[in-house]
């Protein structure tokens, strides 16, 4: 009959996440399937010798930060990015998340390392880009720019939130007259939401007709005011086009980073707020709920 620790290790080798657990000096002493699979190292080459540089990304962490005390309960562990490399020597980017473990009076005893490929990172929500280099150019230095505050955030770094912005005029001025006066409208947009911009603050196109504004306002209700300011300043931009002037209006939808969720589900949050606002019929900003979609139904 197959023992207990059997049991729990034949249950942790058929999980799809890769699990490491570490016990003194940060020595690996279980590897599941999935961690070899992810980063082609077998459980056998790491048993319990010192980490490989190439997994220190990975797997250096053995005391993270806000280690909770002990009796206090169980803590959930925060995602974030890593970039590792594969024993053939590609890079293997991650999201890992760090539990701590305990024996029953309380006594830290090891850390349990779960990670996944995040491939789904490179799918970010963001808008359309047509063949545009230059949006897709921004939005690539935004997401660089976002990986790096949300993985500084989960260790206790500043938080910050994302205002995503649509102009309400601009699917219909592309229609009526031309991807030509859509640009210049954007451009002077983009100009007039600058001047608003607070220190370390970051805008840029993300998507064909879309801004996205990287905060760092402390709460969703300064977020929001921020974001009023912002949507004040883009009506102010004086577009004309062959004479007509033409009103100019922006949908925000404004969220707040979360310790309990991903990169992807604050994007999410925020694409859903802003679509509320459009829908609504635009010039209005909605702040997202804490943990959960505001879609329009």
């Known amino acids: 009959m197959m023992d207990r620790s059997e049991f729990l290790e034949a249950a942790l080798d058929n999980l ?12 690996v002493v279980f590897w599941n399937k999935a961690a070899e699979a992810v980063t082609g190292h077998a459980a056998m ?6 980490v490989p540089e190439t997994l220190k990304p990975l797997l250096d962490r053995c005391a993270p930060p806000g280690d909770p005390e002990p009796n206090s309960g169980p803590q959930p562990g925060h995602g974030f990015l890593v970039h590792a490399r594969h024993k053939l020597g590609h890079e293997v980017p991650a999201m890992v998340r760090i539990l701590v473990l305990r024996d ?44 790096a505050l949300f993985e500084d955030f989960t260790h206790g770094e500043l938080p910050f939130g994302v205002l995503w912005i649509t102009v309400d005029q601009a699917h219909e001025l592309r229609k009526t007259h031309g991807a030509g006066a859509c640009e210049t409208m954007l451009e002077k947009v983009e100009r007039a939401l600058a001047q608003g911009l607070r220190p370390a603050e970051n805008l ?10 990287i905060s760092h306002e402390r709460t969703p209700a300064m977020l929001a005011v921020h974001a009023q300011v912002l949507a004040g300043l883009a009506r102010t931009a004086d577009f004309r086009w062959w004479g007509d ?3 100019l ?18 994007l999410e949050r925020a694409k859903a707020a802003m679509l509320s606002s459009f829908h609504a019929g635009g010039n209005q900003i909605t702040s997202a709920p804490e943990g959960r979609s505001c879609l329009p139904s």
């Open 16 to 27: 799809p996440e890769g699990i490491a657990l570490l016990g003194e000096e940060c020595r």
């Open 45 to 50: 080459d790491l048993m319990g010798r010192p």
């Open 104 to 147: 029953g009076m309380g006594g830290r005893i090891g850390t349990a390392v779960l990670f996944h490929p995040a491939e789904c990172l490179d799918a970010l929500p963001r808008g359309e880009t047509g063949e545009d280099q230059g949006v897709e150019t921004s939005q690539t230095d935004l997401k660089n720019r976002l990986e």
């Open 204 to 213: 840029g196109r993300w998507g064909k007709d879309e801004f996205l504004v």
């Open 245 to 247: 002037r033409v009103s």
């Open 249 to 266: 209006t922006v949908s925000i939808g404004a969220a707040q980073a979360e310790q309990t969720g991903t990169l992807a589900d604050l």
